[in-house]
């Protein structure tokens, strides 16, 4: 099993920043692939970005790419996503997700078999 606790979020302008944290526990940290997922009020799930168990492979939504950055330090089990340049249509709950194995570029919710509770990010024009 692989716990996983997001912080970070919270009441930003647009065009400000923000870095959410994702801290694991349960299992070796390196041997996770991390992904960042969010989802708008009445709108589905949707892949932010994923990061691979060394950190040397990214992968972004087109929608944040330039703008939001993944990085992890398996030393202190936590993956970070850092995001800048936010805009009102950024705002969501945003979900940490791993999952077990190679890296395979994941973008799917259902790849991944772990999930954390969410935290909210509200981007205010």
């Known amino acids: 099993q692989v716990q996983l606790v997001e912080s970070g979020g919270g009441l930003v302008q647009a065009g400000g920043s923000l870095r959410l944290s994702c801290a694991a526990s349960?299992?070796?940290?390196?041997?996770?692939?991390m992904g960042w997922f969010r989802q708008a009020p009445g709108k589905e799930r949707e892949f932010v970005g994923a990061?691979?168990?060394?950190?040397?492979?990214?992968l972004y939504a087109d929608s944040v790419k330039g703008r939001f950055t993944i990085s992890r330090d398996n030393a202190k089990n936590t993956v970070y996503l850092q995001m800048n340049s936010l805009k009102p249509e950024d705002t969501a709950q945003y979900y940490c997700?791993?999952?077990?194995?190679?890296?395979?570029?994941?973008?799917?919710?259902?790849?991944?078999?772990?999930w954390g509770q969410g935290t909210q990010v509200t981007v205010s024009s």
């Open positions: 997700a791993a999952n077990i194995g190679t890296w395979i570029a994941e973008t799917r919710v259902t790849g991944y078999a772990y």
């Open positions: 349960g299992r070796t940290f390196g041997s996770l692939t």
């Open positions: 990061l691979s168990r060394s950190g040397a492979i990214t």
